[in-house]
T-cell receptor
Framework: DVKVTQSSRYLVKRTGEKVFLECVQDMDHENMFWYRQDPGLGLRLIYFSYDVKMKEKGDIPEGYSVSREKKERFSLILESASTNQTSMYLC????????????FGPGTRLTVT | AQTVTQSQPEMSVQEAETVTLSCTYDTSESDYYLFWYKQPPSRQMILVIRQEAYKQQNATENRFSVNFQKAAKSFSLKISDSQLGDAAMYFCAYRKDYGTDKLIFGTGTRLQVFP
């Protein structure tokens, strides 16, 4: 059974803190994605990785960075959290150059106070 | 740039009835994929149905079917015999056939199912 897991379901951080969100997939997928989900805005792509140590900016990369040191793990980093980064963060993975779907994790609800 | 529009922020349906969720998209590509994803209140997003643009036949998965109108750039989702478990956010998504594995999502439609 395919699985994408995220390190936390709920997280509360203070403004200015460095925040790490981790995502792990067990499907040997080449692609991994980080999205941000906000009401009325749908899912917006933050960063995308198509291979270990490779990354590509999505639509809203400002204020975020990513790390992919191993194929199965993709981390999203908020260098200095701000209140406007309060959101739901979804991780996904997919096979490269495949018409098949992305598989999603359960999401992390991050609140920055 | 490609865009995906879901013009219905909320919809409701009575159990056992049929409901149609709308999606339109804009692209200059001729080959692409379209998806409907479901996000139940527990938040794990799952694929409902996929349509390849080169296929004229509308995709069907049990009670879920699509009405794919390529010329009109329309991709609606029909849910027949609605069940309480169908209550969720539904997202329409687009992907080019080549060059990228990235999805472009619409803003979503929240579906409520009443007994």
């Amino acid at each position: 059974d395919v699985k994408v897991t995220q390190s936390s379901r709920y997280l509360v951080k203070r403004t200015g803190e460095k925040v790490f969100l981790e995502c792990v997939q067990d499907m040997d997928h080449e692609n991994m994605f980080w999205y941000r989900q906000d009401p009325g805005l749908g899912l917006r792509l933050i960063y995308f990785s198509y291979d270990v140590k490779m990354k590509e900016k999505g639509d809203i990369p400002e204020g975020y960075s990513v790390s992919r040191e191993k194929k199965e793990r993709f981390s999203l980093i908020l260098e200095s959290a701000s209140t406007n980064q309060t959101s739901m963060y979804l991780c996904a993975s997919s096979r490269q150059f495949s018409p098949y779907e992305q598989y999603f994790g359960p999401g992390t609800r991050l609140t920055v106070t | 740039a490609q865009t995906v529009t879901q013009s219905q922020p909320e919809m409701s349906v009575q159990e056992a009835e049929t409901v149609t969720l709308s999606c339109t998209y804009d692209t200059s590509e001729s080959d692409y994929y379209l998806f409907w994803y479901k996000q139940p209140p527990s938040r794990q997003m799952i694929l409902v149905i996929r349509q390849e643009a080169y296929k004229q036949q509308n995709a069907t998965e049990n009670r879920f079917s699509v009405n794919f109108q390529k010329a009109a750039k329309s991709f609606s989702l029909k849910i027949s015999d609605s069940q309480l478990g169908d209550a969720a956010m539904y997202f329409c998504a687009y992907r080019k056939d080549y060059g990228t594995d990235k999805l472009i999502f619409g803003t979503g439609t929240r579906l409520q199912v009443f007994p």
